[in-house]
């Protein structure tokens, strides 16, 4: 004879899959991110706009960050400022506002992560600075050298408060965020040193970058070459001026949503003896534990070869690896994430047998209320929030060149592999491989001319920016 609760309890355990299972931010901006690859950049604007009016509000400053990037490369340096300015101010605000913060974490215990405001990633704060420098470059550079210090500032402040916390390794011993997780962002260091010689004053300081430089980020050659310069206290020859190529190279990372099979194993298992030891019976628990996933897509550029006039002169470097950045910051965190999905499944337990204990011995009622705890679970989708416009490195070239009107040409290069490295490098030999993409650009006598693209594959997304439009 049929065992009619039994039935239904396997029926509800198959349709789980179907019925289940919420778009996660990842999933929902994957337009924005294929019309901004693939340069059309009034799509992703209007998707941008769309969203916002859908008064997404745990969502909006990430969208207000994507649109920053997307302004930046399209040449509207001040939106793009100010967009960053706005979603800076409101990430510190939300650091402090502890009494909100602690009832939004307490929320999350009953739904997900994603019920708490989002205060953006360690390395997005830190980058959010590093893209007000560029974008106020790309203006007057009023700001620029302040945005430049900020940028270190902020990478300390979170060390420390990181450290604080009393995060530990796998070892048991407390990790030490600087060395092994939250390594400093050298472009901050670096375009302060590049600010600090174009006075012709501060010398000493710009040196002092320079070797910050050369400390966080030694295969770095050209801040070797630029200690030393700024040490004779000439950085560049009379009548000529400088050009520093940034590119903003790659598709950075993202987040996506996977489930955590170990936990999901334990939590089987737990039910599983719960239902051994109970008078009553226990439904083993299937639903999947998902926790966000940093992913790097593919590299398939390795650097820009930087033209002047026809002539290849030179081939830009990796000052920045944001890609390397998201990934070591989020295994330093992970084990937090781990231990917030199994304290909200506890918490999630204990209300639904809770209600069961409070309730008669129906075996109707509680196979109800355990299919809905089961539901209730499956409802749960991983944080995937993040700044998924981001380059996946910051590169950087430095030309000195007369003064005067010259064109600048500048094409992505290939990766080349390296077996002594067993690793793709960035190669002098390195084949072009994309579109040359020129502009004019503007150089004064021993003055400093930013020029910015966006290369996150073979094409040119927006057009190259200069300071000196």
Known sequence: MFNLPLLILYGALFLLPVLTGCASFGERSLK??????GGNLEAAKAEIDKSLKKNRRKEGDLLKLNQAVIELSGGNAKKAEQLLQEVRDRFDRNEIETARR??????????DDNAVAYSGED????LIRVFLALSNLMLDGSDAHAYALQIGQKQNEIIRKRNDSGIVADNGKPLNLKTESYRQAAIGAYLAGTLQEETFRNFDDACKN????????PAFSQGRKDLERAKTGVPCQRGNGVVYVIGLIGAGPYKV????????????MTTAMLSMMSSKPVIPDFAPVMIPCVVRPPETVSSLAVSIDGKWNAQSETLTDIGRMAEEQFEAIKPQIIARAVLRRAVKK??????????????????????GGIFWESLETADTRCWNLLPAEIQ??????????????????????SSAYNRYIVSADSVHTGSEESRMIRVESGCNTYVLANFPGSKLVGKIVSSRE
């Open 396 to 417: 950087v070239s430095r030309l000195e060149i007369p003064a005067g009107e010259h064109r600048l040409t500048l094409q992505p290069c290939s990766r080349i592999y």
């Open 123 to 126: 390395y997005e704060k830190v």
């Open 257 to 268: 949503q996977q489930n955590c099979e170990v936990l999901q194993a334990a939590q089987f």
């Open 32 to 37: 924005i991110r294929n019309d901004f690859a």
């Open 102 to 111: 602690t009832s939004e974490k307490a929320a999350s215990m009953l739904l």
């Open 210 to 217: 320079y070797e910050a430089v050369c400390a966080w980020e």
């Open 350 to 371: 204990a209300v639904i047998y809770g209600v069961k204990d409070g309730t008669d011995s129906n075996p109707w009622v509680s196979l109800a209320l355990e299919l």
